[in-house]
Each structure stands twice: as C-alpha cells, then as structure tokens.
C-alpha cells in the first residue's frame, strides 16, 4: 500500500518536472520566434528605406 503510494507520488513527480521542462523550452521557442520577427521587422523596414 505504502510503496504503491510512493511510486504513484513519484510517478507525478515525474510528470511535473517533464510538464516544466516542456513549458520552459516553449516559452525560449516563443521569444526566439518574437527576436526573429522584430529583427526581420527592422531589417524589411532598413531595406525599404534605402530602396
């Protein structure tokens, strides 16, 4: 009983370190996408200006 509770409490240990690791590497996904949108921005904008 007591060992079955073990491994079910680390089994969700588990599933919210994989949970955190995931959301983590989301969100640097998500501001390397806005970096790559604000650098393409700006460069669009210097090549339009000297066009």
Known sequence: M???LLAR???QER???NA???STEL???RVEREEVE???SARAER???TA
């Open 2 to 4: 007591v060992r079955a």
């Open 9 to 11: 409490l680390a089994g």
């Open 27 to 29: 969100s640097r996904q």
């Open 38 to 40: 604000l650098f393409l």
């Open 15 to 17: 599933a919210l370190a």
């Open 20 to 22: 955190r690791a995931a």
């Open 47 to 49: 090549v339009t200006r």
